[in-house]
């Protein structure tokens, strides 16, 4: 049962670890440009202005903007957090029998990505919030660090910072049922995420500036989607009882 809650990749069935992570990455997709993009500006937007992502050669100008150690840390604080939700998750479900907690995660992973698509019920969700005091000062030390570390280091920092969009990520990816495939659907998610921040990092406020009526009603339509993959796995782990 322990192997299970570590690596057991098909915990909702076959084929369903794809299509989740396809779900997850769909989720960071859209959640990076009207989430992401607009919670974690400063911190990108102030590692982009030491001259990383700007000036020079496109390609250079692309490698400096992608922030490459920053995302790094980004990935392996986010792969971290999923491999612990999936863990539990599936450890809890193994152990009592009641498998439908599974499912039942995923349906709470669809409402809360729905309510992503839904302004109303997405302002009643919890937001990203300026680093607690001390948490701060350690941002702000990393923000001026002349190291690599720096990136990787603030990645991973920043990357259990509470929001409404983690919770719903992390409770997919606690109903993968393993550390590892919980570990798997976050780093799906995160690179769902990438485009954005690379987007935000090139163009800085620009990329806020055109995210009207359109781009939220193409984002809502990816959070509604997800919605409803996470819906049809939950229910197809539920016939299967």
Known sequence: MLADCLHDLAALGPGSLPALMAAMFLAGLA????????????????????????????????AGAMLLPYQAGRALGYGLLGALAGGLAGLFALGTGLRWMLGALLLLAALL??????????????????????????????????????????????SGLPCGLLYAALAAAAASGSALAGGLAMLAFVLGTVPALTALALFGRLLRRVQGTLMRQVTGGLFLLNAVVLTGLALRLFNAR
């Not at 919670?39 to 020079?56: E, K, R, T």
């Not at 990505?113 to 300026?130: D, E, I, K, N, T």
């Not at 990393?142 to 690599?148: E, F, G, I, N, R």
């Open 113 to 158: 990505m729905a309510a992503q698509a839904l302004p109303r019920l997405a302002a009643g969700l919890p937001r990203l919030r300026a680093p607690p005091a001390r948490l701060g000062r350690w941002v702000a030390l990393l923000l001026v660090w002349p190291s690599p570390l720096r990136g990787l280091l603030l990645g991973l920092l920043l």
């Open 31 to 62: 959640g990076g440009l009207v989430h992401c993009a607009l919670m974690c500006a400063p911190f990108v937007l102030a590692q982009s202005a030491d001259g990383s992502g700007a000036g020079g050669p496109a390609l250079q100008r692309l």
